[in-house]
């Protein structure tokens, strides 16, 4: 799911909105029924990190949700890098309104805003190579395209949404399969529109799937040696066969390992080892 399916785009935002909300809030805010209905506010969002902001249209259909008549002025685009102290963005109407939609709407803002900071600091680290960088589907339950919307906005591409818009080929797939021949032939035949990629642990494993044909290599847990001497044997045998190297990435280490010129990188951490980005509301009400 991308921005540019706008339509699906915002059913999806305005579900996965609904859905948390019901989990917060549930059939009533109690502590918010404590301030008198007609009390107004204004609120001030701001960073107290530096990060790239990502996850507006989910801010802004939280308070949607909750009250139409909530207005809010942004300071920072989306995907834009927020320094520390930065003023994000200002929320008014009703106190109440704020207060009940304040954790779910900075809950989307904080994670996806981390998701989508983590994904620029390893593109920004291969800056000027050939390699582009994927996330992978170890991703929060429930908000999946959630976070590879925010990986979009960090600057790098999404590898497949599930198990039904791709093949990936893995060893237990191998092994209950008839080895990597037969299961690729199974694959590649009746699936000649969708990726077909799989994983490869050795270099004779990867020259035995490059001469038997993919879309793509998954090259797990190459030494730098390794994945260069992977990307040899392409070279000599498909080059028209991408490779991607998994496992153990780092910002330390990821430079070297697109420097071997493997086509991809795919990243587990983006999306599984998430930090939320600390954001704060400053609340304050208004006279009259």
């Known amino acids: ?3 540019q399916n706008q339509d699906g785009f915002a059913d999806y935002v305005a579900d996965s909105v609904t859905v948390a909300l019901a989990e917060d809030v549930g059939p009533g805010d109690l502590t918010a029924e404590l301030v008198p209905a007609e009390q107004r506010a204004q609120a001030r969002v701001v960073a107290r990190e530096t990060c790239i902001l990502c996850g507006r249209p989910w801010f802004d259909e939280a308070f949607a949700q909750l009250d139409n008549s909530i207005h809010i002025t942004w300071n920072v685009a989306e995907g834009e890098r927020v320094h520390a102290d930065e003023l994000i963005c200002t929320i008014s109407g009703s106190a109440r309104s704020i207060l009940t939609g304040e954790r779910t709407a900075l809950n989307f803002l904080q994670l996806l805003s981390a998701t989508a900071t983590a994904t620029h600091a390893f593109v920004d680290a291969i800056s ?22 925010a990986v979009q906005i960090g600057g790098a591409q999404n590898h497949r949404i599930g198990l039904h818009d791709a093949i990936l080929i893995k060893e237990n797939h191998i092994a209950s399969g008839g080895g990597i021949r037969n299961i690729l032939k199974s694959a590649l035949q009746p ?55 998994s496992g153990g990435i780092t910002l330390d280490n990821i430079r070297s390992i697109a420097a071997t010129g493997v086509d991809y990188i795919s990243i587990g951490t983006l999306t599984k080892d998430v930090k939320a980005i600390d954001l704060s509301m400053q609340f304050e009400v208004q006279d009259g």
Do not use: C, W
């Open 128 to 149: 000027g190579t050939r390699t582009t960088i994927l996330d992978t589907r170890k991703t929060i339950p429930g908000l999946r395209l959630a976070q590879k919307y």
């Open 191 to 245: 699936n000649e529109n969708i990726l077909v990629e799989i994983e490869v642990e050795t270099l004779d494993e990867t020259r035995e799937a490059l001469q038997t044909g993919a879309h793509r290599l998954l090259l797990d847990n190459f030494s730098n040696d390794g994945l260069a001497a992977a990307v040899q044997l392409r070279d000599d045998i498909a080059p028209d066969i991408d490779l991607e190297a």
């Open 1 to 3: 799911m991308t921005s």
